[in-house]
């Protein structure tokens, strides 16, 4: 069996085929261009999987709310305008024959994590994503939890910052407007003609710098706040950090080595680790769960 997986982001396109031993190859990345809407999207993805031969299924993991049951996109904001509402199970299913899972990229990734990664053997876990936005997910009793139209574990648009920054969400002071990937590179920004993006700031050269330390100490700082909400409500055995900021060591070093000290006592075995699959997690995930489909 071969299952074509994608991995749809605001930004970029990954994709691979996988197959039944659930070995990704054949890896692609290419641009999403959002701004042309939720239709082009959707045509770029059947274009890809018309270009293969030998194809079973078709696996998705994308961006937005997702009825992963009836794979339609629920919900979307404005980064890929008129999303909302996309039958996307439905339109590449009728247009290319293939059974087709479809899933929020970062229940996806918790479903990755789930079998093949650092939730593996778990029952319960959560999972946070940061990158552009903070994402979330919930894997409780073994499943997903989706909360009532599919929608829960949306992490980000917690609010931290009573009367704070306006969210793309359209409210103010959400915790991603704090504690994201695009909140630290702002900050570290503010003011400078040479931009850096995420892996300069944590280049020698840059890390070691008194003002940028203290902007990414603080951002941390930030995201600490915003788990340890997290904790309070859940208190889970284990909590799974993703995006590609969680490889820069410090990171994953300086929330463990605070967190604890900020926690009551009967809540501090919570584990805080990070992705063991890293951008893998989510193709694994869908695909999995493409895997289960019944062919027509």
Not at 7 to 27: M, Q, S, W
Not at 137 to 150: D, E, Q, V
Not at 189 to 199: C, E, Q
Not at 219 to 235: A, R, S, T
Request: charge should be negative; aromatic fraction near 8%.
């Amino acid at each position: 069996m071969n299952i074509i997986t994608f991995d749809i982001g605001a930004t970029n396109i990954k994709y691979a085929v996988c197959n039944e031993k659930f070995i990704l190859t054949d890896r692609h990345t290419i641009p999403t261009e959002a701004a042309k809407g939720g239709q082009e999207l959707v045509n770029k993805i059947i274009s890809i999987i018309e270009n293969y031969d030998n194809i079973d299924r078709a696996a998705i993991s994308t961006t937005g709310q997702v009825d992963s049951e009836n794979g339609i996109v629920v919900y979307s904001t404005d980064c890929i305008p008129y999303y909302t509402g996309m039958m996307m199970k439905k339109i590449i299913e009728n247009k290319t024959g293939l059974p087709t899972y479809v899933e929020n990229d970062v229940n996806a990734f918790a479903l990755g994590e789930a079998q093949f990664g650092a939730g593996k053997g778990k029952s319960d876990f959560l999972c946070l994503t940061y990158g552009g936005g903070i994402g979330g997910a919930l894997y409780l009793n073994n499943s997903l939890y989706k909360g009532m139209g599919s929608s829960a574990g949306e992490f980000g648009h917690m609010v931290t910052h009573a009367g704070g920054k306006q969210c793309i969400c359209g409210g103010e002071g959400c915790y991603e407007c704090y504690a994201s990937t695009e909140a630290l590179l702002h900050a570290v920004n503010k003011g400078r003609k040479d931009k850096l993006d995420a892996f300069e700031i944590f280049e020698k050269s840059n890390f070691q710098k008194p003002e940028i330390r203290s902007v990414i100490d603080k951002w941390i700082d930030e995201m600490i706040v915003g788990l340890i909400n997290i904790i309070y409500v859940f208190n889970p055995p284990l909590i799974i950090l993703g995006g590609g900021i969680m490889n820069e060591d410090y990171v994953i070093d300086l929330i463990d080595r605070k967190i604890y000290n900020q926690l009551m006592d009967n809540f501090k075995d919570v584990n805080i680790v990070r992705s063991k699959l890293g951008n893998d997690a989510a193709l694994l995930g869908v695909a999995a769960q493409a895997s289960k489909l019944k062919t027509k």
